[in-house]
């Protein structure tokens, strides 16, 4: 059985006070479900020392260990920070910072080096939806962000439409349910039946406490990435006890 994951991307958004919010949902859970909350980099070592069952994860991290990359944070500060998590390849970074499937799979590497787990993002835009080209994008994706040595503990698996991404728009539950069940089937035929298996898929975009009873009842569907819910525990809790119902 794969353990439910309710995972929050807090992005660019938290400063100290935004702590008393991951505090309230720290009371709030009971620990049956894995909760992980990724705050901006500079709140990572707080967030971990007030989180409780929680998992503090980061959004990103370069993939060289150390060296002379002004801005940049390298998975073993994440960990050394109190992270067991870090979000890659989320598609705000391969928008704004040009990162590759290449890009992803080092820091993906980088991030196993440091013994955390990685959280690799995978989506279509619009444009690719309205082209049939869907699962061609997310099969390239799959293939050239994940390294080999994938296991059900170090790598979870989100798939977040980049047209779903903040605006309030949902697929279909046919549409989330045709990617991951096509996701757990290229994962079983790259990684093995066992590991492809307990590898975690997420769902992301625009998860409301209002959509999330239904996107939770899709199959292959173990858990979600959600943005802008995640801000605040009013929002985030009656996910979190949705996937614990599901
Ligand atoms: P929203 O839940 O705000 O749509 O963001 C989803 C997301 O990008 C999570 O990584």
């Known amino acids: ?57 980061g959004q990103d991290c370069h993939a060289k260990t150390s060296g ?49 787990s990685a959280v690799v993002c995978v989506g279509e835009s619009l444009s690719q ?21 994938a296991t059900g503990h170090n790598l979870v698996v989100a798939y977040e439409p980049i047209w779903a991404i903040g605006t309030g728009k949902v697929p279909t539950t046919d549409q989330i349910g045709e990617v991951h069940d096509f996701m757990r089937a290229k994962l079983e035929k790259r990684f093995g039946e066992g590991v492809g298996r307990s590898v975690r898929l997420l769902y992301g975009g625009s998860v409301k406490p209002g959509n999330a009873d239904e996107i939770f009842a899709v199959s292959n569907v173990d858990g979600a990435l959600v943005g802008g819910a995640s801000l605040k525990a009013a929002d985030f809790v009656p996910i979190i006890e949705a996937l614990g119902a599901s």
Do not use: F
Request: proline share 2%; hydrophobic share 45%; charged share 25%.
């Open 1 to 57: 059985m794969r353990r439910k994951l309710a995972a929050g991307n807090w992005k660019m958004n938290g400063l100290a006070a935004a702590l008393d919010e991951l505090k309230a949902m720290s009371e709030a859970n009971g620990g049956e479900t894995e909760v992980l909350i990724c705050p901006p980099a500079t709140l990572v070592a707080q967030a971990a020392s007030v989180a409780g069952k929680i998992a503090i994860g």
């Open 68 to 116: 002379a990359h002004t801005g940049d944070v390298s998975a073993d500060m994440l960990k050394d920070a109190g992270a067991s998590y870090v979000i890659l390849g989320h598609s705000e970074r391969r928008t704004d910072h040009g990162e590759t499937d290449e890009d992803v799979r080092a820091k993906t590497r980088a991030a196993w080096d440091a013994g955390l």
């Open 129 to 149: 939806r309205e082209a049939s080209n869907t699962l061609d994008i997310i099969a390239g994706q799959l293939a050239g962000s994940l390294p080999d040595g």
